[in-house]
């Protein structure tokens, strides 16, 4: 018997407990690791560790012709890949100085505001899971699936989606997506309506979110937050808006700002910003409806060295051939130069940071994620809180593992 | 007034004058770079002026130029000026040896984590960081990996067999 079991020096005085909160923990909804010192309930210092799911997307676009990165922005904040990829092809485009025609730009809004409600309604419900309601997430998953079915006639893919292609998207919108997209516009207003009613002056959730994981505009803007969550505590910064891209110039749309920055701002700016997509939605396609004539069937820019042509003509005609042979080979010299790019994504400023030195792959790709740049103010934000509260602060800071890796 | 690049460029040069190179606009983002020992001092100048107000850091990263003998790193700063809508970019470089750079993190809480992932991928030491280690790669890694003399594997390499992965 000579295995006594050694505590580690002051460990018998030690009045405070140490837990460890993930990396996989059913609560944290990813892969997280916070090891949490606790006073009874009370949280007294956390810790946190990332990068369980780090996958060098940036050591692997040095390798990557332009097309192929796109599928690697997917995986960033895949609740809504839409916005990653249209951002990752307007930077791009930027960089090649390839303009799209209006019709493109409407669409993309589409896609992209359909996207950022996708993402807005899983954190949402999830904030409301979180609290104790399960069932506002049902009522709202049913919607998100009528996006993703509109995503399928796109693109063919659900999540990740690679949709669009540099210039435009890869086809035209069909009937059958119009169609999703008239249902969606009719129903799911009545359905986020029904949600609101579930939580936004509910008595329980707004006692347990309300002062919930606070922070001011001051310490938001110091440690870099964007977008809803900086928008919560009063600033209103929007990319959509401060640097228009994709002719969000052409809508009227107003930012919603909260004061406190705590759980319950956070879900009212969310909400409020999906009524908000759900107007932009509305106006895009008006205007798409207004093209008439060979117009209306615009979905690409015409820049045959970077657009893959129809298949037929590829078998059929020379040129075709030689540009499909060239885009799909990779063999499209960049210019050389630096661009940043950024749109505005679910969680906040998505930036692409894209060095070019000439050659038929970036020299450097970087990507602010917003997640990232975010997630290292959660000691700050849950310091002093209930363990509870730190649970439902990091749902509704909304981290995505994917984006926060990278 | 509206603050322009070449407003910003001229009260720069007025308070730092050659500490400031290489000046050009690449896609209408004004981009210079600052020799490295100054790079606190232009940042806190950036935000404290009452004119400039950069006070956003939105991006901060490294990357890799080997043919620079002497500098072969250079550190990227996005900033952003969110009252009149103004972005820049500064850079500074620095030997790939010694890879010192004063850190930002005094200026900007978020500069913590940012500038913990450019020690992580290209092992640039900021001088000043309160808690410099690996953020996303595993603390034992005992390398850069995101530097060019690591190259990724060549995708039609032959001389490897190994069935279970296919190759």
Known sequence: MSDHITLAEGNLEKTTTTLNLGPTHPATHGVFQNIIELDGEKILKATSTVGYIHRAFEKISERRNLYQITTLTDRLNYCSSPINNMGWHMTCEKLLGVKTPKRVDYLRVIIMELARISDHLICNSIVGVDSGAYSGFLYLMQYREMIYEIYEEVCGARITTNIGRIGGFERNFNNKCFEILDKFLVEYPKQLKEFERLFVRNRIFMERTIGCGPISAERALNYGFTGPNLRAAGVDYDVRVHTPYSSYEDFDFTIPVGSTGDCYDRFLVRQEEMWQSISIIRQAYQKVKEFKGADAEVYHADVPEYYLPPKEDVYTKMEALIYHFKIIMGEIDMPVGEVYHSVEGANGELGFYLVSDGSRSPYRVHFRRPCFIYYQAYPELIKGGMLSDAIITMSSLNLIAGELDA | ?167
């Open chain 2, 1 to 167: 007034m509206q603050l322009t690049n070449e407003r910003i460029r001229e009260r720069l040069n007025e308070k730092f004058g050659d500490v400031l190179s290489e000046w050009g606009d690449p896609y209408g983002m004004l981009t210079f770079t600052a020799q490295k020992d100054f790079n606190l001092k232009v940042l806190q100048f950036l935000f404290d002026d009452e004119e400039l107000r950069f006070r956003f850091l939105t991006d901060l990263q490294a990357v890799h130029y080997p043919k620079r003998v002497g500098e072969e790193l250079a550190v990227v700063y996005h900033l952003h000026n969110h009252i009149d809508n103004v972005r820049i970019r500064m850079k500074v470089y620095t030997p790939v040896e010694k890879p010192d750079v004063f850190s930002a993190t005094a200026l900007y809480a978020g500069a913590n984590w940012m500038e913990r992932e450019t020690y992580d991928f290209y092992g640039v030491n900021f001088v000043g960081h309160p808690n410099l280690i690996r953020v996303l790669n595993v603390e034992e890694m005992d390398y850069f990996p995101m530097r060019k003399e690591f190259p990724l594997e060549d995708q039609t390499r032959v001389d490897k067999d190994d069935e279970m992965f296919g190759r």
